[in-house]
Structure formats: structure tokens, C-alpha cells
T-cell receptor
């Protein structure tokens, strides 16, 4: 596609529910990244993939968070048993190659947990 | 732990004034440096990047940044701002210890008044 897309753009859920956030990277981009951004802060790394392989998940806060990219394109970030502290903007980015390459960001998903 | 510091959280200035935003990082090895901008209602976009070579980097919309290795700094400048430069600006670093993972500063909100 023309750019990185994310869906939904806004998600409001009740505490304890599971949510799935989707990222569709730029076509042909090898690497895909997930970040979380709290209000007044910069984006914080969560995890990233090269093709379908999850390379680093050191930023996932706990085991309620997981991500997959089964076919090396679209990725899903899943948060189980959501808590109010999970409320944030979740950003996805992709880059043509792995490593230090420029990352292109999507519009983000604003998650609110009530 | 590695970190990225942006000195100002909020900056207000008039059109035609000069802008300089500070960014410092704490890492002694090789770094790649970026400035991203987020205009109101839009997603993060790359302003400029430094990988190697000339430490003075020119980006889009008249922005430039200077990498000073001895000071661990990568400050962003623009000689004369416009109202359309109102945005949030983020400094980001990739290190050889965190390949592929951007570490962002907290961001600086810049407001340009007519």
C-alpha cells in the first residue's frame, strides 16, 4: 500500500476484555515494529519482526501482550485481559530492511480501557 | 541504560524566529540519529537522519541538525519558523546494542504564533 495502515484507529474497551490491533505495513517492507506511546511521552519500543520472525520482544510489558506476523506482512498486537494502564497510543512502523533503516509510521491506534 | 533526552517539553515562538531543539543521548558506541515530526492530526514523519559522514544534516522543510559526537548531541535547527511548523518533534536513536529499536525522546511541543 501507499503507507502503513492501522486499524482500528480508536478502540474503547472495558477492563478485562481482549483487544487485537492490526498493522498493515508498506508492501515489500521486511521489518515491522510496534511501539506504545503514553500521553506526554515518546514512543516506547515493544517488539519487532523481520519477515514473519519475531526478532525482539523485550519491550512487551508482560505476558498479556503478544504479537504475530504469520505471513510476513500484516501483524496483530494482542492484549489480553486489558487493564486501565494499557490505555495509550499504539504505533506500528515498517522499514524496507532490518536494522538502522528509516522507519515509516502508521497513524496509530488510540486504545482506551475503561 | 541508554536514554535520549530532549531538553524542552514546550516551546512557544513567533513566526520568523529561529528554532533550536536540543537532543542528547547516552551511548558510547555507534549511533544512527533521527528527528521525527508529528503535525496535528497526522502521524510521525521523518524530518532528517544521520548515519555517517558530514555531521551537519539537512532535512525537509528547511530543517537541519548537527551531530556533535563529543557532546552526544543531535540538535535540530531552523533559521526562520512558520506557523505551519507547529508540531511535536521527537529525537530518536538507534544503537548497535539495540539494532532496529528506536529509542525516542519524550518530545518537544512547538507552537508557532502568527
Amino acid at each position: 500500500g501507499a503507507g502503513v495502515s492501522q486499524s482500528p484507529r480508536y478502540k474503547v474497551t472495558k477492563r478485562g476484555q481482549d483487544v487485537a490491533l492490526r498493522c498493515d505495513p508498506i508492501s515489500g517492507h521486511v521489518s515491522l515494529y510496534w511501539y506504545r506511546q503514553a500521553l506526554g511521552q515518546g514512543p516506547e519500543f515493544l517488539t519487532y519482526f523481520n519477515y514473519e520472525a519475531q526478532q525482539d520482544k523485550s519491550g512487551l510489558p508482560n505476558d498479556r501482550f503478544s504479537a504475530e506476523r504469520p505471513e510476513g506482512s500484516i501483524s496483530t498486537l494482542t492484549i489480553q485481559r486489558t487493564e486501565q494502564r494499557d490505555s495509550a497510543m499504539y504505533r506500528c512502523a515498517s522499514s524496507l530492511f532490518a536494522g538502522n533503516n528509516e522507519q515509516f509510521f502508521g497513524p496509530g491506534t488510540r486504545l482506551t480501557v475503561l | 541504560a541508554q536514554s535520549v533526552s530532549q531538553h524542552n517539553h514546550h516551546v512557544i515562538l513567533s513566526e520568523a524566529a529561529s528554532l533550536e531543539l536540543g537532543c542528547n543521548y547516552s551511548y558510547g558506541g555507534t549511533v544512527n540519529l533521527f528527528w521525527y515530526v508529528q503535525y496535528p492530526g497526522q502521524h510521525l514523519q521523518l524530518l532528517l537522519k544521520y548515519f555517517s559522514g558530514d555531521p551537519l544534516v539537512k532535512g525537509i522543510k528547511g530543517f537541519e541538525a548537527e551531530f556533535i559526537k563529543s557532546k552526544f548531541s543531535f540538535n535540530l535547527r531552523k533559521p526562520s519558523v512558520q506557523w505551519s511548523d507547529t508540531a511535536e518533534y521527537f529525537c530518536a536513536v538507534i544503537t548497535t546494542d539495540s539494532w532496529g529499536k528506536f529509542q525516542f525522546g519524550a518530545g518537544t511541543q512547538v507552537v508557532v504564533t502568527p
